[in-house]
């Protein structure tokens, strides 16, 4: 027997999302702040610190690390947020999570495996300094 979701939780939950998506921190770590999990995750296993840094949004990124959010947290298909941001080219976001702690070794592909895929030496370099 599955539990039927509340849909005020689930809409909720969507405009968490949103907010981590749009990069707006302050209404975002405002819920975080109030007991909204830090690692909350949707339904494809995407954290709210993967969101933010897809779209690039370092603000945000260091904010939900800063209250304990994990940095090499995997979604459903074993990506990280660094692996995210490699993929995007978001230098911003990239500094921020490997000042939270993330290991561009992790996931799959790993953050070290896409720059390489993309010739991004220069992350290979500053990844190699971690």
């Known amino acids: 027997m599955t539990e039927v979701p509340d849909p005020e939780v689930v809409e909720l939950a969507t405009k968490i999302f949103d907010l981590a998506r749009r990069g707006q921190t302050?209404?975002?770590?405002?819920y975080v702040d109030a007991g909204v999990p830090a690692n909350l995750t949707n339904d494809r296993g995407d954290s709210?610190?993967?969101?933010?840094?897809?779209?690039?949004?370092?603000?945000?990124v260091r904010a939900l690390l800063d209250r304990g959010a994990?940095?090499?947290?995997?979604?459903?298909?074993?990506?990280?947020?660094?692996?995210?941001?490699?993929?995007?080219?978001e230098a911003d976001v990239i500094k921020a999570l490997l000042e939270g702690g993330a290991d561009p070794a992790a996931g799959?592909?790993?953050a070290v495996d896409?720059?390489?895929?993309?010739?991004?030496?220069?992350l290979l370099e500053l990844f190699g300094d971690h």
């Not at 709210?48 to 949004?57: D, I, P, S």
């Not at 994990?70 to 080219?89: H, I, S, Y």
């Open 26 to 30: 302050e209404a975002l770590v405002a």
């Open 48 to 60: 709210l610190v993967m969101l933010a840094a897809y779209h690039g949004h370092s603000d945000a």
């Open 70 to 89: 994990e940095a090499d947290r995997v979604n459903d298909r074993g990506q990280t947020p660094l692996a995210g941001a490699v993929f995007k080219g």
């Open 108 to 110: 799959t592909p790993s």
């Open 114 to 122: 896409t720059a390489r895929m993309f010739g991004r030496t220069e």
